[in-house]
């Protein structure tokens, strides 16, 4: 069986990888029959789909595949001879033999999947294709997505709760589950999350809209400092995603505001208004090209972190947050 995961919403395909393992693969062998390939190339990744059947259980193998799809640093192209040799063997592959292809992209990314090149087609003909696309915040997919991970966690939530959740998380999932975990500890026993407890327990996002600010504001030395601090209490990856959807999110809001006044944007976006109206406050001496760049900044420096092409400690931060 083949599948082939993509996509921005990186905890979704998690999730589902999750689903998949422990539906196929027995639990005694996990160590030897679940297999996680990065970007094989063309041999190595034919050795993988002729992997022979095992008496003792079916093989889950998830193969990694960017760079057969993005012009990245190392990108691995096949000729026409090895697209023909790779679907004659997608087409008999052992029954025992799972496969998934996973294209993570990058959040806030305008990258897309070419659906016209020949190695999409001929994966896409033999298997299972799901994208797994990044919420917006004004989506009802978020809301009901929040909605079930709550009651997963044995947890409570109004609607309206659930959208003070969003304006102050933004739209990553697994910075979203965190915050839930959070909560439910929290609460214990009590089950129903109310406003005042994501404003109590959630308070590094609050820092981490602080911090925006300071950005905005080009205030460099309070921006780091608030930076640092962030660090010792949350991962940096979650406060760059936190960052990139708030950042999105405003320079939607400028964007809008050539056209449309604080109600239309409101509106548009499913926002209260007052807090449209608090943005276009913080936006009005903003140029466009500087959100762009600080939007553009962020998304190197995440994809720079999770690519390995340099580690943390590496990071020039105040290239990264402050443009």
């Known amino acids: 069986m083949l599948y082939f995961y993509y996509g921005q919403e990186d905890f979704n395909i998690e999730s589902e990888l999750q689903k998949l393992k422990s539906k196929i693969v027995d639990k005694a062998f996990i160590s030897t029959n679940y297999r996680v390939y990065d970007n094989p190339k063309f041999q190595e990744l034919i050795d993988i789909l002729r992997t022979p059947s095992l008496m003792f259980g079916n093989i889950l193998c998830v193969i990694n595949c960017e760079k057969y799809f993005f012009d990245t640093k190392g990108k691995i192209s096949f000729d026409d001879k090895e697209l023909k040799q790779l679907e004659e063997i997608l087409e008999t592959m052992p029954e025992s033999l799972y496969v998934v292809f996973v294209c993570r992209i990058e959040r806030e990314s305008t990258k897309k999947i070419d659906t016209r090149r020949k190695l999409y087609k001929i994966i896409s003909k033999y298997a299972s294709v799901t994208e797994f696309p990044e919420y917006k915040p004004y989506q009802k997919e978020l809301a009901t997505w929040i909605q079930k991970q709550s009651k997963k966690k044995d947890l409570i939530m109004s609607s309206e709760t659930v959208q003070f959740l969003i304006e102050r998380l933004g739209t990553n999932l697994r910075v979203i589950d965190n915050e839930l975990e959070k909560l439910k500890l929290a609460v214990y026993p009590e089950k129903m999350i109310k406003k005042e407890h994501i404003q109590n327990i959630c308070t590094s996002s609050e820092d981490i809209f602080a911090l925006a600010d300071y950005i905005l504001k080009g205030q460099k030395d309070k921006a780091l400092l608030e930076f640092g601090k962030l660090c010792t209490n949350k991962h940096y990856l979650e406060i760059l995603a936190v960052l990139q959807t708030n950042f999105s999110r405003l320079a939607a809001i400028k964007i809008d ?5 604080a ?12 807090i449209v109206k608090k943005q276009l406050e913080k936006l009005r001496n903003v140029p466009m090209d500087r959100l762009v760049q600080i939007r553009k900044n962020l998304l190197e420096a995440e994809y720079r972190v999770k690519t390995g092409e340099i580690s943390f400690y590496e990071l020039p931060v105040e290239m990264a947050l402050l443009g």
Do not use: G, R
């Not at 505001?257 to 006044?261: A, H, I, L, R």
């Not at 109600?263 to 007052?274: Q, R, S, T």
């Open 263 to 274: 109600a239309e944007i409101a509106l548009k976006n499913h926002m209260n208004e007052f």
């Open 257 to 261: 505001s050539v056209d449309k006044n």
